[in-house]
């Protein structure tokens, strides 16, 4: 059996999970505490990778990264990179896919902490920037937790995104889940199982590592 | 206007559950002084403290402590709450649940700033020993003190107080009024408290407000306002019990058991087959002629 995919899914859904946290905090904090009209918008936006089919989304990136229209050219012209069939390609496609999964339990951990906790640290000299980083956000790290495995997880069962931006190049493109597809056509069921197994016992594991420390994070908060 | 003082002016729209009201509040403070500001729920007074505080921006006003200003919407002048030299004790305290006791209070320290007064404040609040527990490791009325020993880390000009006696018993809410007296004698801030306590208004303020519906309907101190007064239902009543008594020269001395502390009461001669002990009464303080109602 192959391991490279099962790596390639690994490597891949790590990448996208920290920049997504990095790109997320910002917005969340937007979301759940900005003053702008067209929120509405934003979050219509932000949130449609939950309802359209991955083979939507797919499409239209495919169209946007290829070569032939304005982006994927502009792209290819600035960065000299090609998004189409390529694993950059493939993690900027898994950040727009599963931006929802980082930025809604965030944007949620953050309105669920009472506003006088902001107050307060306004009201003792600090600013906004300060006061995100030193208040907000280590007390609302269940949430941000179970962001980063949620989009970390469901990045690790993209399929159909990849299949139509990625395909399967081994190596590059070719994830775990794409494998599986693979090896069922083929009619491996054996190499299949296993390739099924391993992202089941693996995903397993953590999330069950994770809700375990959400737990303990929670009742430290509780017992008082 | 001198300038040791803190004006304020404010209109704004209050959004209620009955709909909108009114807004208008305008009043001045001597330096030092502390006012009470009292009334029912919902006539806008956590709303006009977070004005003061900057938190929340009022449609009209001016807000001006000594010879600094705060707010002046006609000139669209504001300063952050961050630049505003005040304190602020919220209703729920708002600890910051990842820091320790200790970290609470220096998180409260301007960069750079001497690590002392964060000492003084826990030895002073009787904290010291707790100062590595978390907020959900001490008790309310600890955390109280936190937040009260957190707001003055800064040595606010103002301190504000959002119904700090509210929620805990009697015992330590008269704790807490020994602790904000004694730190007001020490750095001589200027305060207002939110409270609905009469009691309370009279052992801490020189000035009391009584906000009702968006406006301040009263403004004075508490024994002009409270006993001054010629409405009969605004009289004060003091309910208490007889502990004990002594008979000196010229009066009966009473201990008695008011608000849930024990005082002394004088009482004139002749009222002493009246005053047995366990008697209950209510003192009734109105058309500034205090009244002994005996009811057992």
Same mark, same amino acid.
Do not use: I, T
């Given at each position: 059996m192959d391991y490279q995919p099962i790596w390639l899914t690994f490597r891949l859904a790590t990448i996208t999970s920290a920049i997504l946290l990095v790109l997320a905090l910002p917005v969340a904090y937007w979301l759940a505490f900005g003053k702008f009209k067209g929120r509405g918008v934003v979050e219509a936006v932000i949130g449609l990778p939950l309802v359209l089919p991955p083979s939507v989304i797919g499409f239209y990136l495919l169209l946007a990264f290829s070569p032939s229209y304005w982006f994927g050219a502009w792209i290819e012209k600035v960065l000299g990179l090609r998004l189409v069939f390529s694993f950059p390609g493939l993690v900027i496609a898994s950040i727009l896919y599963s931006l929802p999964f980082m930025v809604y339990p965030i944007r949620a951990g953050l309105q669920s902490l009472p506003a006088s906790l902001r107050e307060a640290s306004y009201t003792l000299g600090k600013t906004e920037m300060q006061t995100f980083f030193k208040v907000l956000l280590p007390n609302c790290k269940p949430a941000i937790l179970t962001a980063f495995v949620l989009t970390f997880a469901h990045t690790v069962g993209e399929f159909g995104v990849v299949l139509m931006i990625g395909g399967n190049i081994p190596g590059v493109t070719k994830v775990a889940s794409v494998a599986i597809y693979n090896e069922v056509e083929a009619l491996n069921y054996g190499v299949a199982n296993q390739y099924a197994l391993i992202l089941f016992a693996i995903t397993f594991v953590i999330l069950l590592l994770v809700y375990s420390i959400n737990n303990r994070l929670l009742r430290v908060r509780q017992s008082a | 206007m001198s300038d040791s003082q803190l004006n304020i002016a404010i209109r704004h729209t209050l959004h209620t559950a009955q709909g909108t009201l009114p807004m208008e509040v305008s009043f001045s403070l001597e330096k030092a002084a502390i006012m009470a500001l009292t009334g029912p729920s919902g006539a806008g007074k956590t709303t006009l403290l977070k004005q003061i505080a900057g938190l929340l921006m009022p449609e009209e006003g001016k807000i001006a402590i000594g010879n600094a200003l705060w707010l002046d919407t006609q000139n669209q002048y504001k300063s952050p709450p961050q630049q505003r030299n005040i304190g602020f004790v919220f209703q729920d305290y708002a600890l910051f649940p990842n820091m320790s006791v200790a970290e609470n209070l220096t998180f409260a320290l301007p960069k750079g700033g001497d690590k002392t007064i964060v000492e003084e404040l826990l030895e002073a609040t009787r904290l010291e020993n707790l100062a590595d527990r978390k907020p959900s490791q001490i008790s309310g009325g600890q955390q109280q003190r936190v937040a009260l020993a957190r707001a003055l880390v800064r040595k606010p000009e103002l301190l504000l107080l959002d119904?700090?006696? =509210?929620?805990?018993?009697p015992e330590m809410r008269y704790q807490l009024q020994e602790f904000i007296l004694k730190f007001h004698k020490l750095y001589q801030f200027t305060a207002i408290i939110v409270t609905h306590e009469t009691s309370e208004i009279f052992r801490l303020a020189d000035q009391v407000g009584i906000m009702e519906n968006g406006k301040l309907t009263q403004f004075g101190p508490p024994a002009q306002v409270y006993?001054?007064? =010629?409405?009969?239902?605004k009289d004060l009543y003091i309910h208490g019990e007889i502990i004990n008594y002594t008979k000196t020269a010229d009066c009966i001395l009473a201990n008695a058991w008011i608000d849930n502390k024990i005082r002394l009461i004088e009482l004139p001669f002749g009222m002493e087959e009246k005053a047995l002990t366990g008697k209950k009464f209510t003192l009734c303080l109105s058309l500034q002629s205090p009244e002994i109602l005996w009811l057992s």
């Open positions: - | 119904e700090p006696f =509210s929620a805990v018993d006993l001054n007064n =010629s409405q009969p239902e």
